[in-house]
């Protein structure tokens, strides 16, 4: 009987595990870093994505948006196509966090 009980007690801690890591508090919270280099290889075509001046000045630099948009229009913003260059250019929602979370770093930059 402990014995079933002890089986019975591993398997519970095992699923309440299994269930905290797949809830959204359980996440890998968004990359900056990931976001930087999406920005790099994606982005940098048409806008200036790094504080040193990497990309062109075809569109608002990064720099920029940080400033003036929040992360939350920011990332409705990149949900959804947008500017004839960029339509049929989708992110995935993770790609979306992390750039999101590197265009926030800028912001903090801007303001010191």
Same mark, same amino acid.
């Given at each position: 009987?402990?014995?079933?009980?002890?089986?019975?007690?591993?398997?519970?801690?095992?699923?309440?595990?299994?269930?905290?890591?797949?809830?959204?508090?359980?996440?890998? &919270?968004?990359?900056?870093?990931?976001?930087?280099?999406?920005?790099?290889?994606?982005? &940098?075509?048409?806008?200036?994505? &790094?504080?040193?001046? &990497?990309?062109?000045?075809?569109?608002?630099?990064?720099?920029?948006?940080?400033?003036?948009?929040?992360?939350?229009?920011?990332?409705?913003?990149?949900?959804?196509?947008?500017?004839?260059?960029?339509?049929?250019?989708?992110?995935?929602?993770?790609?979306?966090?992390?750039?999101?979370?590197?265009?926030?770093?800028?912001?903090?930059?801007?303001?010191?």
């Amino acid at each position: 009987m402990r014995a079933l009980l002890a089986v019975l007690g591993g398997l519970g801690v095992l699923g309440v595990a299994l269930w905290l890591s797949a809830s959204p508090a359980g996440a890998v &919270a968004p990359s900056a870093d990931a976001g930087a280099e999406l920005a790099a290889r994606w982005c &940098a075509a048409c806008h200036v994505v &790094a504080p040193s001046g &990497a990309g062109t000045d075809a569109a608002p630099s990064f720099t920029s948006i940080a400033n003036q948009r929040s992360p939350d229009e920011i990332r409705a913003f990149l949900a959804k196509p947008h500017a004839r260059p960029m339509r049929g250019f989708n992110l995935t929602s993770r790609e979306i966090e992390d750039v999101t979370a590197y265009i926030a770093t800028l912001h903090q930059k801007a303001e010191r």
